[in-house]
């Protein structure tokens, strides 16, 4: 997903997201230091990718131009499992819907300690691990043309902690 350049055009871009159902989850590293739930609320969601608090304090110093909120990775299964999927009865889809998550959880996994950095330093020339990441993980089982389509979004918030710094 491109990300404008406002953090809240990018927020109601992923409206399609629906904080009512149970097929959300915080994931991630990061997310025990700010208390996160484990399923994504809305309020929550907005916040942590507008870089603040979940009482709305900000995390960040004032950015001066663009602030990218974050990424959405999507990652979906042949599509052979989601039609298994659809047909299917509750007990095998609960056991596919499982595996699925436990892959994309393992991705998450391997990204946190190959890709989880930032820039520090003067101009922001030094590239440093950090911690890992604040994440949310939704769960769809159709594509926005409502076909059978198994995949999970894991959103990936631009937002991080180096051990031992603010």
Same mark, same amino acid.
């Given at each position: 997903?491109?990300? &404008?350049?406002?953090?809240?055009?990018?927020?109601?871009?992923?409206s399609d997201f629906d904080f009512t159902e149970q097929k959300s989850w915080w994931v991630g590293k990061l997310c &025990?230091?700010?208390?996160?739930?484990?399923?994504?609320?809305?309020? $929550? =969601?907005?916040?942590? =990718?507008?870089?603040?608090?979940?009482?709305?304090?900000p *995390?960040?110093?004032? =950015?001066?131009?663009?602030?990218?909120?974050?990424?959405d990775i999507t990652l979906s299964p042949p599509k052979s499992?989601?039609?298994?999927?659809? *047909?299917?009865?509750e007990a095998l889809r609960e056991r596919i819907s499982w595996k699925n998550r436990q892959a994309a959880?393992? %991705?998450l996994c391997f990204l946190e300690e190959k890709a989880a950095q930032t820039c520090c330093g003067k101009g922001g020339k030094v590239l440093v691990k950090t911690m890992g990441f604040f994440a949310a993980m939704f769960e769809h089982c159709t594509?926005?043309?409502? $076909?059978?389509?198994?995949?999970?979004?894991?959103v990936i918030a631009n *937002? %991080? =902690?180096?051990?031992?710094?603010k």
């Amino acid at each position: 997903m491109n990300c &404008p350049s406002k953090s809240n055009q990018w927020l109601s871009s992923v409206s399609d997201f629906d904080f009512t159902e149970q097929k959300s989850w915080w994931v991630g590293k990061l997310c &025990p230091l700010l208390n996160l739930k484990p399923n994504v609320i809305e309020k $929550d =969601f907005n916040n942590v =990718f507008s870089g603040k608090n979940l009482k709305g304090v900000p *995390l960040l110093p004032k =950015f001066h131009g663009r602030h990218n909120p974050g990424r959405d990775i999507t990652l979906s299964p042949p599509k052979s499992v989601s039609v298994v999927y659809a *047909l299917c009865s509750e007990a095998l889809r609960e056991r596919i819907s499982w595996k699925n998550r436990q892959a994309a959880l393992r %991705t998450l996994c391997f990204l946190e300690e190959k890709a989880a950095q930032t820039c520090c330093g003067k101009g922001g020339k030094v590239l440093v691990k950090t911690m890992g990441f604040f994440a949310a993980m939704f769960e769809h089982c159709t594509s926005r043309a409502n $076909d059978m389509q198994l995949h999970i979004h894991l959103v990936i918030a631009n *937002l %991080t =902690f180096v051990e031992g710094q603010k």
